[in-house]
């Protein structure tokens, strides 16, 4: 099979992904665009909106269907370009995806003799490409993933992930920029992770789903994520305790089976927008998004001064849950230091610099689960932020005038921090390269507008 990817030299701007022969998909905004963001601000979010599937708990899900040959329906996967990407690489893998009327997503790895590889052409515009790692090994005996590129937030080795699959019983070996496994079956082990890694947990917990005897998974990270993919490969027939601690139980099966499985809310984009209504003097409430998973954010901004209501998943009329922030007269300055999970979340740290700038007073923010992670800070600068770092630490001096320029960033979230920052500055920002936004945020011009804010995107 020949897969065609174009280089980024010609531009995958308006690449339409190859669909796979039973594929029907929906036309989706996830070319790489040169697309801008025009916010014209300042302006007030007010309104409410439903949150997207997440994107990081829908991207393991997709990587477990390669462990059954047996259909496996996802519901509220978003719509955003990482999710595109690990489905053109699921493709390549010979997984066929179909589109269902109720906008679910069939996927089915009938073939086992596909490919086993994952390109670099694909992997390097998206690092959870290696999360096809674990189920490959696990169900075919054999991966040959190249090693990951991603968001530019530092080195982020996947040490981890290797040590853990070489637990298992593969043997692995590193050359010309891939890694290829190998593996006849995985046996159960004890394994523990020396730092807690998000990827590394899921990848494991998958290649762990088909081995013989039992795993136990020490210092496992704790996302909200990982408890989704465990409820999926259970619901496949998989047998799992203790996901969601630092301690995961894993039984080994022979097979895995059919499932339906709906992707939970992405909490770092309900974050984004709670934050914006912060910062903006908005209301905005966030349907279908559980507090519970957002909890040290919720109590960041209650401590600052803003109003929040919220109803835990399954509680009165939300049966996802509901979050609704308020913004108080004024912001109180809040230190804030990231961790892995419960701690305050890595993936909110620029969002709440953006909102720092607008709080009275003097904050710090610590940065501790990636280093440079502060590409943000030079944009924020030239708005008008007043923002001071060293090495893992910003000092932020509130409450600063903020203006527009035209900015761009090189990561994700980093991205969002200054559509927010867009939103309180007078004038017209401009937020190029918005691809970088693509990859996680379902049309965000979209839910701005909904939610009162003057923002088009400009190709
Ligand atoms: C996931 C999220 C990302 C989030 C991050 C931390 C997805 C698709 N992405 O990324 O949005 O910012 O969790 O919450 O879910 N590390 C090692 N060795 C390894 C693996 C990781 O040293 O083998 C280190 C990393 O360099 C980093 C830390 O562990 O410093 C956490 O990384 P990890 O949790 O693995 O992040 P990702 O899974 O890549």
């Given at each position: 099979m020949m897969l065609v990817i174009p280089s980024p030299e010609v531009g995958l701007d308006r690449y339409t992904p190859r669909r796979t022969a039973r594929s029907r998909g929906r036309t989706l905004p996830y070319e790489l665009s040169m697309d801008k963001l025009h916010i014209h601000g300042p302006c007030r979010l007010d309104g409410t909106i439903r949150a997207s599937g997440a994107k990081n708990a829908a991207l393991p899900c997709l990587a477990a269907t390669?462990?059954?040959d047996e259909p496996v329906a996802l519901s509220r996967v978003p719509p955003v370009r990482d999710l595109a990407t690990m489905r053109r690489l699921l493709a390549h893998l010979g997984v066929e995806s179909e589109d269902r009327h109720d906008g679910a997503t069939v996927f089915r790895a009938a073939s086992p003799g596909s490919l086993d590889e994952a390109p670099y052409e694909l992997v390097k515009t998206m690092r959870?490409?290696?999360?096809?790692l674990g189920p490959l090994t696990a169900r075919r005996g054999h991966a040959r993933v190249s090693l990951p590129g991603g968001c530019?937030?530092?080195?982020?080795?996947?040490d981890q992930h290797l040590a853990g699959l070489e637990a298992l019983g593969a043997t692995v070996r590193l050359e010309h920029g891939y890694v290829e496994t190998r593996a006849k079956r995985l046996r159960g082990t004890r394994f523990r992770f020396s730092v807690p890694t998000v990827g590394g947990t899921e990848n494991l917990l998958m290649a762990a789903v088909l081995a013989t005897g039992t795993t136990v998974l020490e210092n496992c990270a704790r996302e909200p994520e990982i408890v989704d993919l465990a409820r999926l490969l259970s619901a496949m027939g998989a047998r799992i305790s203790g996901a969601g601690s630092s301690t995961i139980e894993i039984e080994g099966v022979d097979r895995l089976g059919a499932a339906e499985h709906p992707v939970i809310a992405d909490r770092i984009e309900a974050g984004t927008y709670l934050i914006g209504a912060a910062m903006t003097q908005g209301d905005v409430t966030v349907d279908g998004s559980d507090p519970a998973d957002l909890a040290p954010l919720l109590e960041a901004l209650v401590e600052i001064g803003a109003q929040v209501d919220s109803l835990p998943r399954g509680a009165g009329d939300a049966p996802d849950g509901r979050i609704r922030v308020r913004a108080g007269e004024r912001l109180g300055a809040r230190d804030m230091t990231t961790a892995p999970h419960?701690?305050?979340p890595t993936d909110l740290q620029a969002q709440y610099q953006a909102l720092m700038t607008q709080a009275e007073g003097i904050s710090h923010v610590r940065e501790t689960v990636f280093e440079n992670r502060f590409q943000h800070v030079p944009e924020l600068v030239r708005m008008g932020a007043r923002i001071r770092t060293r090495g893992s630490v910003a000092r932020i001096r509130g409450k600063a005038r903020l203006s527009d320029a035209t900015v761009m960033a090189t990561d994700l979230r980093a991205s969002a921090c200054l559509v927010l920052a867009g939103l309180v500055a007078e004038g017209t920002t401009i937020v190029d390269r918005i691809y970088h936004l693509d990859r996680g945020y379902e049309r965000m011009e979209l839910k701005l507008q909904a939610l009162g804010a003057r923002v088009e995107r400009v190709g």
């Amino acid at each position: 099979m020949m897969l065609v990817i174009p280089s980024p030299e010609v531009g995958l701007d308006r690449y339409t992904p190859r669909r796979t022969a039973r594929s029907r998909g929906r036309t989706l905004p996830y070319e790489l665009s040169m697309d801008k963001l025009h916010i014209h601000g300042p302006c007030r979010l007010d309104g409410t909106i439903r949150a997207s599937g997440a994107k990081n708990a829908a991207l393991p899900c997709l990587a477990a269907t390669l462990l059954t040959d047996e259909p496996v329906a996802l519901s509220r996967v978003p719509p955003v370009r990482d999710l595109a990407t690990m489905r053109r690489l699921l493709a390549h893998l010979g997984v066929e995806s179909e589109d269902r009327h109720d906008g679910a997503t069939v996927f089915r790895a009938a073939s086992p003799g596909s490919l086993d590889e994952a390109p670099y052409e694909l992997v390097k515009t998206m690092r959870a490409s290696c999360l096809v790692l674990g189920p490959l090994t696990a169900r075919r005996g054999h991966a040959r993933v190249s090693l990951p590129g991603g968001c530019a937030i530092g080195v982020r080795p996947i040490d981890q992930h290797l040590a853990g699959l070489e637990a298992l019983g593969a043997t692995v070996r590193l050359e010309h920029g891939y890694v290829e496994t190998r593996a006849k079956r995985l046996r159960g082990t004890r394994f523990r992770f020396s730092v807690p890694t998000v990827g590394g947990t899921e990848n494991l917990l998958m290649a762990a789903v088909l081995a013989t005897g039992t795993t136990v998974l020490e210092n496992c990270a704790r996302e909200p994520e990982i408890v989704d993919l465990a409820r999926l490969l259970s619901a496949m027939g998989a047998r799992i305790s203790g996901a969601g601690s630092s301690t995961i139980e894993i039984e080994g099966v022979d097979r895995l089976g059919a499932a339906e499985h709906p992707v939970i809310a992405d909490r770092i984009e309900a974050g984004t927008y709670l934050i914006g209504a912060a910062m903006t003097q908005g209301d905005v409430t966030v349907d279908g998004s559980d507090p519970a998973d957002l909890a040290p954010l919720l109590e960041a901004l209650v401590e600052i001064g803003a109003q929040v209501d919220s109803l835990p998943r399954g509680a009165g009329d939300a049966p996802d849950g509901r979050i609704r922030v308020r913004a108080g007269e004024r912001l109180g300055a809040r230190d804030m230091t990231t961790a892995p999970h419960p701690g305050f979340p890595t993936d909110l740290q620029a969002q709440y610099q953006a909102l720092m700038t607008q709080a009275e007073g003097i904050s710090h923010v610590r940065e501790t689960v990636f280093e440079n992670r502060f590409q943000h800070v030079p944009e924020l600068v030239r708005m008008g932020a007043r923002i001071r770092t060293r090495g893992s630490v910003a000092r932020i001096r509130g409450k600063a005038r903020l203006s527009d320029a035209t900015v761009m960033a090189t990561d994700l979230r980093a991205s969002a921090c200054l559509v927010l920052a867009g939103l309180v500055a007078e004038g017209t920002t401009i937020v190029d390269r918005i691809y970088h936004l693509d990859r996680g945020y379902e049309r965000m011009e979209l839910k701005l507008q909904a939610l009162g804010a003057r923002v088009e995107r400009v190709g």
